[in-house]
């Protein structure tokens, strides 16, 4: 499907919204003698540990050129200091001098200053959802590595909580894009989801039942659920991790917590039904010690699929 109009419109209607919010198109930035670019580059530097030029070029994707006569600019000033590099003479580390931390330390505060007041003009709600919209933009259009450099940039840890309000319609709203995506399943999938989503709310049994969601920042990335199949029998449903979550060991934790929760209410096994094509749940699954026991299958979202049926013995 070709790229629309509208939709090339609405991006760079936001990018001179959010350009003008920022006040990147004042001579200089944040009140301060630096322009934009300096004073990313001077984040750069003070955030980085020892980096070279050659990895600030990489990681802002700048003209080598600009970047050269700035960091000359700098060590003019006094701002930084190099050393070279004792694996290769070509190579210099970068640091701020102790001039460089007296220039960068009221613009890192009038940032967080500026980014505390557009946020104080929200509600909670409303400054969740700013946060899970950056989170997301940051995300399509950054990529895996976007996502997995988030932390270092000082994004919390993930966490686990119950449901709130909003966040069962999430988990299938989410299955169903996700899957529909990387899959191709169709629309009765995200019955089949609604449908176990619904038993569980209506059904559910507080102590022996339980939902966790993670996130960061506000933000949902991953979610499971243990039902009661029988007085004996625990059932995992709907594993789900975001792709910008994937790769860091939430899945194994989620599927921890499931195992941790059984065991402590005294199921004798858990029993779960995944498919074969979804190779990463089933390695989780594999490692935490399920048991493949029968397959079947089925032509049911528009694929042909192989479901499977996990157990493990408490």
């Known amino acids: 499907m070709g790229i629309g109009d509208r939709d090339i419109a609405a991006v760079r209607g936001f990018n001179r919204f959010y350009t003008r919010e920022l006040g990147v198109l004042r001579k200089t930035y944040l009140d301060s003698p630096y322009s934009l670019g300096e004073a990313r580059l001077l984040y750069e530097i003070a955030q980085r540990r020892s980096p070279t030029a050659s990895d600030i070029a990489r990681a802002l ?9 700035t960091l000359r600019n700098f060590e003019k000033r006094g701002l930084i200091r190099r050393e070279v590099s004792a694996h290769d003479g070509r190579q210099s580390h970068l640091a701020l001098s102790a001039s460089g931390h ?56 993930p966490r686990l909580r119950a449901p709130l309000p909003g966040d069962f319609g999430w988990i299938v709203k989410r299955h169903a894009e996700i899957y529909g995506q990387e899959y191709g399943w169709v629309a009765p999938f995200e019955g ?40 004996k029998v625990a059932r995992i449903r ?35 039904w995944t498919h074969s094509v979804l190779s990463a749940a089933r390695h989780i699954y594999q490692k935490a010690g399920f048991k493949l026991v029968r397959t079947e299958r089925h032509n049911s979202w528009g694929r042909p699929v192989v479901s499977e049926h996990w157990d493990l013995e408490l």
């Open 192 to 231: 089949v989801c609604a449908q176990i989503v619904a038993d569980f709310i209506n059904k559910y049994d507080r102590k022996r039942e339980r939902c966790w969601i993670a996130e960061i920042d506000g933000v949902n990335i991953g979610s499971v659920m243990l039902v009661k199949d029988s007085a």
């Open 238 to 272: 709907l594993l789900l991790l975001e792709p910008s979550a994937r790769g860091a060991g939430l899945g194994a934790r989620l599927v921890d917590e499931c195992i941790g929760f059984a065991r402590r209410t005294r199921y004798q096994r858990i029993t779960l």
């Open 102 to 157: 007296r220039a960068f330390a009221p613009l890192d505060r009038r940032s967080q200053r500026d980014a505390s007041r557009a946020l104080a003009k929200l509600t909670p709600t409303d400054r969740a959802r700013l946060v899970a919209a950056m989170h997301t933009i940051e995300t399509l259009l950054g990529g895996e590595a976007a996502a997995k450099g988030a932390t270092a940039a000082g994004r919390s840890e």
């Open 61 to 69: 994707d700048l003209d080598a050129g600009y970047l050269s006569r």
